[in-house]
């Protein structure tokens, strides 16, 4: 059961939440399922109603977004003297926050006391890429709603909507599976340059070791902070994750398609236990990574311990 399908069980048993906070990384689908879901709770099959919801233009009905990292305070002030109103045209009002994670700890008590006392008949639906973020006050107040990990090759086929090249697509859907967090780091940096040493380098720790510990020093020109090493760890584990699908026959599941006849090649001269240990070995440097430990050792000690 999906969890559109969920909500609307809920709604007709008479079971409605007034505050319900969906998490997940698929941002677009937590919002199209909100939306949704308030055209169910306003309008149940009037059209007319509906076209309203999904224009912003009911109403009974407010939707908060921000495209910059926070939520304003004038926008959370208005949004808590509108829910203050009685319904004007059903039974019901309610209010979506998009990126509920913007919103400023100021921002967050004024929902919380809202979520602490709420109005009749109104219905809070916060969306979050990032729950971690949230108030734990807000997490307890709220039912929650868990929306399941975007599939891999959609959030490719997003990011290439949004003009981001496949090569590009393929390296970022290794680190996340969040479109903004894509889109910002595709705009912070060189991806194609830093893919090409990425998989140059890959390349090289399966053939010429001597010559991978050479090449970490163009592999940390092109990654140069911290974010961008844990984008390389993740491409280079996404390699290997290439490695094992073609190993074993799922080579629809290989991400980086421009190397499929190289990545089957490798797969053959590999053991499993040979590529457990890079895996082995890509983990402990992510670690490291996070404990400050220098990057150039970092990436050392994947050549020095890794496949011999």
């Known amino acids: 059961m999906d969890e559109l399908e969920?909500?609307?069980?809920?709604?007709?048993?008479?079971?409605?939440?007034?505050?319900?906070?969906?998490?997940?990384?698929?941002?677009?689908?937590?919002?199209?399922?909100?939306?949704?879901?308030?055209?169910?709770?306003?309008?149940?099959?009037?059209?007319?109603?509906?076209?309203?919801?999904?224009?912003?233009n009911h109403p009974?009905?407010?939707?908060?977004s921000s495209e910059e990292t926070t939520i304003k305070k004038d926008q959370v002030e208005q949004?808590?003297?509108?829910?203050?109103?009685?319904?004007?045209?059903?039974?019901?009002?309610?209010?979506?926050?998009?990126?509920?994670?913007?919103?400023?700890?100021?921002?967050?008590?004024?929902?919380?006391?809202?979520?602490?006392?709420?109005?009749?008949?109104?219905?809070?639906?916060?969306?979050?890429?990032?729950?971690?973020?949230?108030?734990d006050t807000i997490h307890s107040r709220c039912q929650h709603v868990y929306f399941k990990p975007i599939d891999k090759s959609m959030f490719i086929e997003r990011l290439i909507e949004r003009e981001i090249s496949r090569p590009v697509a393929e390296l970022l859907s290794t680190y996340t599976t969040q479109i903004e967090t894509a889109v910002a780091l595709n705009e912070e940096a060189d991806l194609l340059a830093l893919r090409k040493s990425i998989i140059k380098w890959c390349q090289l720790l399966l053939t010429n070791r001597s010559m991978a510990l050479i090449a970490i020093v163009d592999l940390l020109k092109q990654a140069k902070n911290r974010r961008l090493q844990l984008v390389t760890l993740a491409a280079v584990n996404g390699f290997f994750e290439d490695v094992v699908h073609a190993k074993v026959g799922m080579d629809d599941d290989i991400i980086y398609h421009d190397l499929h006849e190289e990545v089957k090649g490798f797969a053959k001269k590999l053991t499993y236990n040979q590529i457990i240990l890079m895996y082995d070995q890509i983990t402990e440097a992510h670690k490291k990574l996070n404990q400050n430990v220098n990057p150039t050792l970092v990436f050392e000690q994947i050549v020095i311990k890794g496949v011999s």
Do not use: W
């Open 6 to 56: 969920r909500l609307t069980k809920a709604y007709q048993s008479n079971k409605l939440s007034h505050a319900y906070l969906f998490e997940g990384d698929d941002g677009q689908s937590m919002q199209q399922v909100a939306i949704d879901f308030t055209k169910l709770i306003l309008c149940s099959q009037d059209n007319q109603c509906q076209l309203k919801v999904e224009t912003f």
């Open 60 to 64: 009974d009905f407010m939707y908060i």
């Open 79 to 135: 949004l808590v003297h509108h829910m203050n109103q009685l319904p004007i045209e059903g039974n019901y009002k309610v209010y979506i926050i998009e990126s509920f994670e913007k919103l400023t700890v100021q921002g967050e008590n004024s929902i919380l006391k809202f979520l602490e006392e709420p109005p009749d008949n109104t219905i809070a639906i916060l969306l979050t890429t990032k729950p971690e973020q949230i108030l």
